[in-house]
C-alpha cells in the first residue's frame, strides 16, 4: 500500500513496504529514481539492522552464528502506519518470529517523514525491548534521477559539499567488504565531486569525515537536491557498476560492512550502535529539492 503526502509544495509517496519513499515531486517534476528494474529495481530502501554485506552471509552474537541479507531485512518486510496527516507519517515494524530468527531482539523501528516546504525531515526512532544490549547500523539508500532537467547528461552534474573538507574513503575490496585500506578523497576546491559513469566502475565511494551536508547540482540547470545528515558519519555514493545508470544514490549510513574474510561479532563492531535495554535511539536526515 501507497501513502501520499503534500504540503502545496512537495508530494511524497511512500509504501508500507519497507516504510520506501517511493516517489518525490517538486512543480511537477519527479526527482526520486523510478525504480527501473533494467538498473535497479529499488528507490530509497531502509538499510536495517546492518548497512552492507555480511562475510559467508553471516555474523556472529552472544557465541551463535546468524544469517542475514545485505542491509538487512527492513526493507522488505511490512510497516504498519501509526501516524497520517497531510505534511507527516509515521511507519513502525515489530520484532516477528521471522526477524527473531535472525537477529535475536526485541525492538521497535519508527520511521517518520515530514514534510517542511521543500524539505523532507527523515527520523529514524529504535526502542530496544530486550533485556540485553542490541547492536545495529541503520541509514538511508535513496536514488536520485540524474539528469534532474531534459537535455541535460549525467556528466553536466557534480556533488557539492557544504564546506571544504578532506574526507577519507573507506577501503573496499573488490566483493565491497572493508579492506582497512582507506585514503584521502581529494575534491575539486575541497567541495566537488563531478559526476561520470565511470566513478562507480569498482561500485559504492564510501566516505569518511566529510561535510555533514551535500547538494547533487548542475550549472547547466536549475534544480538540485540537498541531502544534510548531520549525525550520520558515513556516506555512501553509488549506481550500479559499469553501467550508464540515469540517477546517483546519496546514502547516509551510522555504520560500516564487514571486514574481507570476516565474519563479524556484532559485540566487536565498534561502528555499531548500542543501545541499552529499554532505551530509545534517534537520528535525523534530511532531503531538500530545489
Same mark, same amino acid.
Given at each position: ?5 503534500? *504540503? ?13 519513499? /517511493? ?40 557465541? /551463535? =552464528? ?20 497531510? @505534511? ?7 520484532? %516477528?518470529? @521471522? ?10 523501528? /519508527? ?37 534532474? =532537467?531534459? &537535455? ?18 573507506? &577501503? ?11 585514503? =584521502? ?10 559526476? %561520470? ?21 548542475? $550549472? ?23 553501467? $550508464? ?5 546519496? @546514502? ?8 574481507? &574474510?570476516?565474519? =563479524?561479532?556484532? /559485540? ?9 535495554? &529499554?532505551? %530509545?535511539?534517534? *537520528?535525523?536526515? %534530511?532531503?531538500?529539492? @530545489?
Amino acid at each position: 500500500m501507497e501513502y501520499q503526502l503534500d *504540503n502545496g509544495c512537495l508530494r511524497l509517496l511512500v509504501a508500507s513496504c519497507g516504510a520506501q519513499i /517511493q516517489a518525490i515531486e517538486k512543480d511537477g517534476a519527479q526527482y526520486l529514481w523510478d525504480g527501473d528494474e533494467e538498473y535497479w529495481p529499488e528507490r530509497a530502501p531502509l538499510l536495517f539492522p546492518f548497512v552492507g554485506r555480511f562475510t559467508e552471509g553471516k555474523y556472529r552474537l552472544d557465541g /551463535q =552464528e546468524f544469517e542475514m541479507d545485505i542491509h538487512g531485512f527492513a526493507r522488505k518486510l511490512p510497516f504498519q502506519v501509526t501516524e497520517q496527516t497531510k @505534511e507527516k507519517i509515521v511507519l513502525e515494524l515489530r520484532d %516477528s518470529q @521471522e526477524t527473531y530468527a535472525s537477529y535475536p531482539y526485541h525492538f521497535v523501528l /519508527q520511521v517518520s517523514y515530514t514534510l517542511q516546504k521543500n524539505k523532507i525531515e527523515i527520523k529514524y526512532q529504535v526502542r530496544n525491548l530486550s533485556d540485553k544490549m542490541m547492536y545495529f547500523g541503520i541509514g538511508g539508500h535513496p536514488g536520485f534521477r540524474v539528469p534532474l =532537467e531534459n &537535455g541535460l547528461d549525467f556528466e553536466d552534474y557534480y556533488l557539492e559539499f557544504a564546506k571544504e573538507c578532506r574526507p577519507d574513503r573507506v &577501503g573496499h575490496t573488490k566483493a565491497c567488504f572493508l579492506s582497512g585500506m582507506n585514503e =584521502e578523497f581529494p575534491l575539486e576546491d575541497g567541495q566537488i565531486l563531478r559526476l %561520470s559513469h565511470d566513478l562507480f566502475d569498482d561500485d559504492a565511494i564510501v566516505l569518511a569525515h566529510m561535510a555533514d551536508e551535500v547538494a547533487l547540482k548542475s $550549472d547547466k540547470g536549475s534544480r538540485q537536491v540537498r541531502v544534510a545528515y548531520p549525525d550520520l558519519p558515513y556516506l555512501g555514493l553509488w549506481h550500479v557498476p559499469n553501467t $550508464d545508470a540515469p540517477y546517483v544514490c546519496i @546514502e547516509p549510513w551510522t555504520s560500516l560492512p564487514s571486514r574481507q &574474510g570476516v565474519v =563479524e561479532d556484532f /559485540q566487536y563492531k565498534s561502528d555499531l550502535i548500542r543501545l541499552w535495554p &529499554g532505551k %530509545s535511539y534517534v *537520528n535525523f536526515w %534530511s532531503i531538500t529539492i @530545489e
